[in-house]
């Protein structure tokens, strides 16, 4: 596996290193040494998978509030996405910055989006399918956002009319002071 840092500190592409043969290849995809290594936990408690019909299909921007902040491993199996990263982190130089990444079925690369992102991407083709796998378990009154087209965070996705969920469309604009509270994030 090849680590990559993204320009937000902690977060990670992770590539596979194919060993080939004339049957196809083997790659690992999660090793919790080389992973450490990195100072990112592979303690996956759950995996999921997210399918989605339509390119142009906008799922975020998630996070989980304290004390359910989740480390994520994503990675596409069909199609392709933009995926995008926003920190949080209260203590962070590079706090409300946004990361955007393109991941493939192709690539099999995987975004690590450490505790203190919020999360999101949208298909750039039909038929997208996502597999996640987290640190911490889902609770469902964790469940947070920020909206995809917030001014404060001025993010460029590839489209302008996504197709959303009702929640993603209704999460409250960034104010001065949101998330400050040091408790919520590392
Ligand atoms: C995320 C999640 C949802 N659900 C349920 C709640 C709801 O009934 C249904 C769909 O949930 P949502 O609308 O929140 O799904 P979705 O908008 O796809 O949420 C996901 O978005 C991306 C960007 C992420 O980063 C993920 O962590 C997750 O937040 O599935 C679970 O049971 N477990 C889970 O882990």
């Given amino acids: 596996m090849r680590f990559s840092e993204t320009p937000l500190a902690g977060a990670f592409l992770i590539e596979p290193e194919p060993i080939a043969d004339p049957r196809g290849f083997f790659a690992r995809t999660v090793d919790r ?3 450490a290594a990195h100072g990112l936990d592979a303690d996956f408690v759950q995996a999921s998978v997210s399918f989605n019909a339509r390119a142009g299909t906008l799922r975020g921007l998630h996070f989980q509030r304290a004390p359910h902040a989740e480390d994520k491993l994503v990675r596409v199996t069909a199609g392709a996405i933009l995926d995008v990263i926003v920190d949080m982190r209260p203590r962070s130089p590079t706090r409300w910055r946004w990361h955007a990444q393109p991941l493939d079925a192709a690539s099999r690369a995987a975004l690590y989006v450490p505790k203190g992102f919020a999360h999101g991407f949208v298909t750039l083709v039909d038929e997208t399918e996502i597999l996640y796998q987290m640190t911490t378990p889902y609770v469902p009154g964790a469940g947070a956002g920020l909206r995809w087209d917030d001014p404060m ?7 302008r009319t996504p197709i959303l969920s009702e929640s993603d469309e209704a999460w409250p604009l960034l104010v001065p002071g949101a998330f400050d509270d040091e408790d919520a994030f590392p």
């Fill in 153 to 159: 965070l001025a993010i460029e996705w590839p489209i």
């Fill in 33 to 35: 040494e080389a992973f």
